[in-house]
């Protein structure tokens, strides 16, 4: 079993959906991130969470420390919003430890 | 914030020959990172970059094939040695600020033919 899972592993959506990634983790953490992949292969970091619920823009991310779970939402999902999301925990010496991701495509 | 960059961007190499990847970061970072991302799959950390000392190795990588340096606070290095069609992937590196998320460059894309 993975230390990180993520679910689903592919979602496809229409434009305006609200859209949920989930993340469960089974090692202890420091923090939780959320990052976005596209295609060409850079990575953009959208949250870093250690409690709570964290907002930007359209983006939700929250955790639940004490059941190991956090969730990642997008408001009004537009096609641009496409990407791969990935969920990865941070342990000691902020080390990163990451989920599967999440192929995410918005149609229009 | 932190802006990192890579050079190269990508390479198409022969069998055998090593690759040098730079990662250059515009603000003073206690932690780098060096990660893999083959085809199709997730990241895997191969090392943490320790400046002034020896890099950190993940299970299942080593040192004589991934050399790391880390000579000051804003770069270090990796280098992929004596490659293989298996060594295709995408390498990133990382830094992580203190209290801050952690950056990550826009990758290396390897080829390995």
């Known amino acids: 079993k993975n230390e990180v899972e993520q679910s689903p592993q592919n979602l496809t959506a229409q434009e305006g959906e609200f859209i949920t990634i989930n993340c469960s983790y089974s090692?202890?953490?420091?923090?939780l991130h959320w990052l976005q992949q596209h295609p060409g292969g850079g990575i953009v970091s959208l949250f870093m969470?250690?409690?709570g619920k964290k907002k930007h823009g359209r983006l939700i991310a929250t955790i639940n420390i004490q059941e190991k779970h956090s969730s990642l939402h997008i408001t009004a999902s537009h096609p641009r919003d496409s990407a791969v999301y990935i969920c990865?925990?941070?342990?000691?010496?902020?080390?990163?430890?990451f989920g599967e991701g999440t192929q995410l495509t918005v149609n229009p | 914030s932190a802006v990192i960059s890579q050079k190269p961007s990508r390479d198409i190499c022969q069998r055998g020959t090593s690759l040098t990847i730079q990662c250059q970061v515009d603000?003073?970072?206690?932690?780098m990172f060096w990660y893999r991302q083959q085809p199709g799959q997730s990241l895997t950390l191969i090392a943490t970059?320790?400046?002034?000392?020896?890099?950190?190795?993940e299970s299942g990588f080593v040192i004589d094939k991934f050399p790391i340096s880390r000579p000051n606070l804003t770069f270090s290095t990796l280098t992929v040695s004596n490659m293989s069609p298996e060594d295709s992937s995408i390498y990133l590196c990382?830094?992580?600020?203190?209290?801050?998320?952690?950056?990550f460059g826009p990758g290396t894309r390897l080829t390995v033919l």
């Open positions: 990382s830094a992580g600020l203190a209290s801050d998320t952690q950056y």
């Open positions: 090692v202890g953490i420091s923090a």
């Open positions: 969470l250690s409690s």
């Open positions: 990865a925990v941070e342990t000691s010496g902020s080390r990163l430890t």
């Open positions: 603000s003073q970072v206690t932690m």
């Open positions: 970059a320790n400046q002034g000392s020896e890099a950190t190795y």
